[in-house]
């Protein structure tokens, strides 16, 4: 968990320096594809703390969701049906549970 | 625990890329797109901005209105006063008639203009905004009918008016206008009818393209004044 929000602060520092910008129309996909990544990390944490951490699928879990949340929001809006819900409320659940189950983790240790 | 620290670190590299990420974004959300707000907040502003623009100008209109009468008593007083003044003034009233510049009623017909009725079992994209060519036949017919005043949605047709398409609106005198398209036209009712009605007309024109349309004769139609002014910036009257 600490390992998690220090790797997140630095990413955060390092974004803020390098000069890469996304096109603004994009923007709704990615905070897509930001909520699947979160989640994603979220689930390795989990893992870890459960004992049953497996590199690969957490490596690909987090590209593979961040692309589908990213393809899936993209492609809704060329369908004029807002799929990105599927994705905001697929990941959003899914967040809150590894969360809550960290968190418990967390708890018994202390 | 080799294993362990390497889990460790797999965490660390993925957190930091997902923060590049999150920092990108919020760069670009901060940044230009939507002036930094979110949609929602963004369509509140432009609301409340559209609310307060329309009050504005409603309240321009009125100020428009104190300052005619304002002038009209000016002028009648004056008028009163001397013969010069009085002459002046009935030929003032005369170019502002000619000009578009007063209200004025009469008999005359008016034609309602508008989308096609939805019917389910033909559908139809037609949308007449934008089919402002055939408004423009539609006045040209009437000004060749003799028509002596013209208004759509109550903007009075001048010299200078325009009609044209912009965005989902037909601006007429820089006002956009919406259909249904009430457009009335003072003069010989039977002619004015008789000019828009005729076979292969403009009339039928639309009616066949699937618009909306009623020509009504009427022995009192009332049609508003221009409201705005005119400025000549670059025609100079020639002295010869």
Redesign the interface.
């Known amino acids: 968990m600490i390992?998690?929000?220090?790797?997140?602060?630095?990413?955060?520092?390092?974004?803020?320096y390098?000069p890469?910008?996304?096109?603004?129309v994009f923007?709704i996909y990615?905070?897509v594809?930001?909520l699947a990544?979160?989640d994603?990390?979220f689930g390795?944490?989990r893992a870890?703390l459960e004992e049953r951490?497996d590199?690969i699928i957490?490596?690909s879990g987090?590209f593979g969701n961040s692309i589908l949340a990213f393809a899936l929001a993209y492609i809704g809006d060329q369908l004029g049906v807002p799929l990105y819900y599927a994705a905001v409320f697929a990941f959003g659940t899914r967040l809150f549970n590894n969360f809550s189950i960290i968190r418990r983790h967390m708890l018994k240790r202390i | 625990m080799k294993k362990k620290s390497k889990n460790y670190l797999l965490i660390g590299i993925i957190s930091m890329i997902l923060g590049i990420i999150i920092s990108v974004q919020f760069r670009v959300v901060q940044g230009n797109f939507l002036e930094g707000s979110n949609p929602f907040t963004r369509l509140q502003e432009l609301n409340n901005a559209y609310t307060s623009v329309l009050a504005e100008r409603d309240v321009l209109l009125s100020e428009i209105d104190e300052y005619q009468t304002k002038l009209n008593e000016i002028e009648s007083d004056a008028s009163r006063d001397n013969y010069l003044i009085k002459n002046l003034t009935n030929e003032l009233e005369e170019y502002k008639l000619l000009g578009g510049f007063l209200d004025v009623n009469g008999e005359g017909i008016q034609i309602i203009l508008d989308n096609p009725v939805n019917d389910i079992s033909k559908s139809s994209d037609a949308n007449i905004i934008y089919e402002y060519d055939l408004i423009n036949i539609l006045v040209n017919e009437l000004n060749a009918a003799g028509a002596e005043a013209i208004s759509i949605n109550d903007e009075r047709i001048i010299s200078i008016s325009e009609i044209r398409t912009a965005g989902n609106a037909v601006v007429i005198n820089k006002v956009p206008q919406y259909p249904p398209f009430i457009i009335k036209a003072i003069g010989s009712k039977t002619t004015l009818e008789g000019a828009v009605n005729q076979r292969f007309g403009i009339v039928s024109t639309l009616r066949e393209m699937g618009y909306f349309v009623e020509v009504k004769k009427n022995d009192q139609i009332e049609i508003l004044k221009y409201n705005g002014i005119i400025e000549f910036n670059y025609a100079k009257t020639l002295k010869n």
Not at chain 1, 3 to 16: D, E, K, M, Q, R
Not at chain 1, 20 to 24: F, K
């Open positions: 390992i998690a929000i220090i790797g997140i602060i630095l990413g955060v520092i390092v974004g803020y390098i890469i910008t996304a096109s603004g923007s990615f905070s594809a930001i990544a979160i994603s990390l390795g944490i870890n951490f590199s957490f490596i987090f």
